[in-house]
């Protein structure tokens, strides 16, 4: 299974991800999800998530001082 906005490979809990409304599974990875996660209501696994299920992703927050240290005002 794959995301379906980025063809990433899902884990075990990415792939079990549903919507609350309608029970479609989502198909997103956990980089792709977060850009919706305030504004859709998901059914998780929860107990399927380990270390490996969120060692890839990179939050935003993390990269700003990377990529505004070399910008003078």
Request: aromatic share 6%.
């Amino acid at each position: 299974m794959r995301c379906v906005a980025c063809n990433k490979a899902l884990n075990d809990y990415e792939s079990t991800r549903k919507s609350a409304t309608t029970g479609e599974y989502l198909d997103l990875c956990n980089s792709c999800f977060h850009a919706i996660d305030q504004d859709i209501e998901t059914i998780a696994r929860p107990d399927l998530i380990d270390e490996e299920s969120f060692e890839d992703d990179v939050e935003l927050d993390d990269l700003q001082g990377d990529l505004f240290d070399g910008i003078q005002e």
